[in-house]
């Protein structure tokens, strides 16, 4: 099983979606990775804080870089999973059939919550970080549950 954590910027919230996931899995099944609607800071490490919170709960995402999200994803990918609504209808917009939108769902959607919105972090303190962290966690442990 291959599964794709998308977010905007692939430096703040699918990086730890990516790392968080990894850590619950075993990578001899599933092949975990992440990416970004927009490329703005492709080849770039995670953000500081994404990676501090991260260690803070024994997880390294530190070698990974940020990389834009491309139709090709749709072929690698069997689960593609979206942090918000926007990076949702992003993806969507990129999908050339049913086949391929049909991969895509909001990440929150796997938690009994009502915003199934992860918020973007990004100019928010290091707090925001750690309620991110603990979203997608929740999350992650569904999806690992049902691997
Ligand atoms: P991310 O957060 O989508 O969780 O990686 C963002 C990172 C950077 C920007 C926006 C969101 N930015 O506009 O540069």
Redesign the pocket.
């Known amino acids: 099983m291959n599964i794709l954590m998308v977010?905007?910027?692939?430096?703040?919230?699918?990086p730890l979606a990516e790392g968080i996931l990894k850590h619950k899995v075993d990578s001899a099944h599933t092949y975990v990775d992440s990416a970004?609607t927009a490329g703005?800071?492709v080849g770039y490490p995670p953000d500081s804080r994404s990676i501090k919170v991260a260690q803070e709960n024994g997880i390294d995402i530190s070698q990974q870089r940020c990389r834009k999200f491309t139709v090709c994803d749709f072929d690698s990918f069997d689960l593609i999973y979206a942090?918000d609504k926007s990076n949702y209808s992003n993806i969507i917009g990129l999908a050339r059939n049913k086949k391929d939108s049909e991969k895509v769902t909001l990440l929150l959607s796997e938690i009994n919550v009502k915003n199934k919105e992860v918020p973007?972090?990004?100019y928010d303190s290091e707090d925001g970080f750690e309620k991110v962290f603990q979203m997608i966690d929740k999350a992650c442990d569904v999806i690992a549950a049902r691997l």
């Open positions: 977010c905007l910027g692939n430096i703040c919230r699918s970004g703005y800071h942090m973007d972090p990004y």
